[in-house]
């Protein structure tokens, strides 16, 4: 019988936020009331300026044979001239490439940075995405961490982790999932000078416009010195409430930007040109990104306000799509090894679908998304939950069997 070379499959590796997902799709198939908290799909619809677009184009014969497998040009002109006015970023088209959203630009540039005798430095919590990728391309994982409480980047374990000859990349997330935070300029400026040269660092922007308190500052602009080691990537998944058209970007250096483009060029062929041309209204449309910014701030805030008080530790983001609850000691107190059978828990008690921090590198919290319309009810029903005796509550039913 053929054999598996790398297993890549259940335990460590498999995507809890995807189980639990399921599982609530299980239970609202049998008529539950279910309340979404797990994946971070925005629930307000995409601009019409975008959709009139990607319309548009597809009713036009000749642009929807349009094959880039770097991207379609008008959109990374697009991307060049939000940055540079927006960012200041002072880059061109030359540095831009395209993709079906940023998780195989990821895979290629790890793939591309390293191999087995290389280490990836990513920050810890960190989203599950990028030891998925460093495992593929046989990389070893070393993690910086990020202090959940006060969300500031702890720069000696950055220094007693990064090594000028083994480190081949450095992952900067902010605004980061899981927990919001928000990597100061002061912070940047450490890292590039710690790094300087000698590994390159990857910005995942993808939350950028999602900022509560403050207005996002670029990489780019802040440290133009180090251009020649910086990749930023971005998506119009998230603040620009895309999810599902998979169109994705990044920037970076030239020499790298070649490298991507030939593996698109036989591993990607095209992104849905109709697609990407809606893209351009969306970089036009500054509104949509302020109000849903607007939208997640306040139920971010409600996060706070609720729970804090109960027996989990809400930990208020500055940013983003998510809230983390730190729930350590209610585990220990109801005998739960783990996030993921707190998880479990609380969808068969309360009807909430969470994300356990096992897929984040916190195995006893929470991670919670605020993209769905009820969603401080579901913040009020995990009030209910933590704030009461677990065995007074009843299971509302059962769920399917699925792996852990």
């Known amino acids: ?217 670029s990489p780019l602009a802040l440290f133009p010195e180090y251009k020649d080691m910086t990749i930023v990537t971005n998506s119009f998944s998230k603040g620009f409430r895309m999810y599902t058209k998979r169109i994705g970007f990044a920037i970076l250096p030239t020499d790298l930007q070649t490298n991507l483009r030939v593996i698109q060029q036989h591993t990607l062929l095209c992104t849905d040109p109709c697609y990407q041309y809606g893209m351009i209204a969306a970089l036009a449309d500054e509104e949509s990104p302020r109000e849903l910014t607007e939208v997640y701030k306040g139920r971010a805030e409600y996060t706070t306000k609720r729970l804090t008080g109960t027996r989990c530790t809400p930990i208020g983001a500055e940013g983003g799509f998510y809230a983390i609850l730190r729930c350590e000691e209610w585990n220990k107190a109801q005998g739960f090894a783990s996030s993921k059978e707190l998880a479990r828990d609380i969808l068969e008690k309360v009807h909430v679908a969470v994300v356990p921090g096992t897929d984040f590198g916190v195995p006893h919290d929470l991670r919670l998304a605020f993209c769905n319309n009820r969603y401080n009810e579901g913040i009020d029903r995990l009030y209910e939950y933590f704030s009461s005796s677990n065995e007074a509550l009843t299971p509302q039913g059962a769920l399917e069997n699925s792996p852990a």
């Open 1 to 217: 019988m053929p054999k598996i070379i790398k297993d890549l499959m259940p335990g460590d590796l498999e995507f809890q936020m995807f189980v639990l997902d399921e599982l609530a799709d299980g239970l609202i198939a049998k008529g539950a009331d279910v309340l979404k908290l797990t994946i971070g799909v925005p629930e307000l619809f995409m601009p019409k300026a975008v959709l009139d677009g990607m319309i548009e184009k597809l009713r036009d014969p000749d642009f929807v044979r349009r094959v880039y497998p770097e991207g379609l040009p008008e959109l990374r002109e697009a991307i060049v001239e939000f940055y540079n006015r927006r960012y200041q970023a002072n880059t061109t088209i030359d540095n831009v490439i395209v993709n079906t959203g940023t998780s195989p630009i990821f895979r290629n540039i790890f793939q591309l940075l390293s191999g087995p005798e290389y280490e990836i430095m990513i920050p810890k919590p960190y989203y599950a995405l990028y030891m998925y990728c460093a495992t593929l391309a046989g990389a070893t994982v070393k993690f910086y961490d990020i202090d959940i409480d006060t969300k500031r980047v702890d720069m000696d374990s950055f220094r007693r982790n990064f090594s000028p000859e083994r480190t081949s990349l450095v992952v900067i997330n902010s605004p980061g999932n899981p927990i919001g935070n928000i990597v100061t300029p002061d912070e940047m400026r450490e890292i590039y000078e710690i790094v300087d040269r000698q590994a390159y660092v990857l910005n995942d922007e993808i939350y950028n416009n999602t900022m509560f308190y403050d207005e996002f500052k």
